[in-house]
């Protein structure tokens, strides 16, 4: 009985720490944009304190990337989206490793670029960023963050 009472408390505290080892994204500003030229969107995110997330080229294939998937609406095109350069560090679960990861504040700039045929008017840009976030000890379930940003189209 005492065992299944700290078996729970302890799975209970690790999904407490799963839940709060998120990123968050920063609420972006509108983007203008002229129809048929392209125009460069920074979105700033942030991983809590105390984690870290791998960068989008992990130096072992096998760890899960930080990757931004969007979803344009008709008539604007995603064009080149560039990752920061991740930072090596090791860390207590593999201390002759180094790995490439996001720690605190990083930006992922997003080129976007609407057709010269689209109206002038605002568009919501919607899609995800695709992560898995790690403590010192343990490495939680990768995630999806909902990525919204929107563009003003002239």
Known sequence: MVCAVLCSSVLAGSEDLARRASVTL????????????????ELQFRVASGFHI??????????????????????????????????????????????NVYTGDFAINVLVQPLKSVAPTNYTVHGFLKYQACDNAACYPPKQLPVTFEVKVT
């Open 26 to 41: 920063e609420p972006p500003e509108i983007t203008t944009v002229e129809r048929g030229r392209p125009a460069t969107v």
């Open 54 to 99: 791998n960068s989008n080229k992990p130096k072992q294939e096998y760890l899960k990337k930080t990757e931004l998937e969007l979803n344009p609406p008709t008539n604007i095109v995603i064009g080149k989206i560039t990752y920061p350069d991740g930072q090596d560090q090791s860390f207590p679960f593999a201390p002759d490793e180094k790995l």
